[in-house]
């Protein structure tokens, strides 16, 4: 049974699983649902499906995705954002309501559900900057959002535990590993421990004081916070493995805390990952240097 099978269908509405389960979501990045609009999978494979659904209906999917507890999601909801097991993000849109705990969305109006995808050896490109004649190397890669840098984080961080590397994934968002009860459901390799559904830079410090990692793997860095954690790391010994949202260096000097890991040697290489429509994803080092051979 595929991730999406076991994980996301038994969430969404009988008849939408239904169509999704005719179809397949083979070549597909994402499901986008709006209110009294057709459903549509977005994608190399593109497709608009039948089921349209009405505000009731968006209602009663927050529902399910939720799991019928809006006040356990509270966090999420005020962020608009929610990551479900198996790694499948969900990006929310719709109208938010003030309160004593902050605003938060009450009546949702849109779901871009981001579906998680394992591809083994994606990052076969990127390993011959990870890892040297001493080990493992420290790198970030930078793209736009939707380049497919969490698939690549997630493959780069199997490979280098496969090599016997001792990785820690940061996953605040729950997507690198996609954990259910903590525990990964994705392929992050057999020497990876994880730290879910805390903020990054806290369990970048958490990892680093309790289980002595080789390699520290995160997803978008911003802000000084994480900066920090990063720069302590990197103080320790620890490589780190992260990504930045950038499409280039012009851009990531513009993000002055993350680009001032780079001066500071933090990142022995940054990789730019690019991708055009219905294309594959290609690396471009553009700061620091292959090692020869």
Known sequence: MQGWERYLLPLLPAELAEELRVWGLDGAEELRIRVDRPTR???????????????????????????QSLYAYSEELAACYM???????????????????????????????RLAREIPGCADGLMPLLWGADGPKSALLISPPGAGKTTLLRDAARQLSERGA???????????????????????????????????????QLMLRGMAPQVLVTDELSGAEDARAVLDAAGCGVRVLAS?????????????EIYALVEAGCFQRVVALKRA???????????????ST
Request: a neutral charge; proline letters at 6%.
């Open 166 to 204: 001792a990785v820690c994934i940061a996953d605040e968002r729950r997507e690198l590993a996609g954990c259910e009860g903590g525990v990964p459901t994705l392929d992050v390799g057999p020497c990876t421990d994880v730290l879910e559904g805390c903020k990054k830079a806290r369990a970048l």
């Open 277 to 291: 429509a219905g294309a594959a994803p290609t690396l471009a080092l553009v700061y620091g240097a292959e090692e």
């Open 83 to 113: 990551t479900l097991p198996g790694g499948f993000r969900v990006g929310l849109a719709g109208r938010m309501t003030g309160g004593e705990a902050g605003p938060r969305l009450v009546a949702p109006t849109g779901f871009n559900i």
């Open 41 to 67: 999978l977005m994608g190399g494979s593109c497709r608009i499906l039948s089921w349209t659904p009405d505000a009731e209906d968006c209602r009663q999917l927050l529902l399910r995705l939720c799991r």
């Open 244 to 256: 930045a949202h950038a499409s280039s260096m012009e851009d990531l000097r513009r993000r002055r």
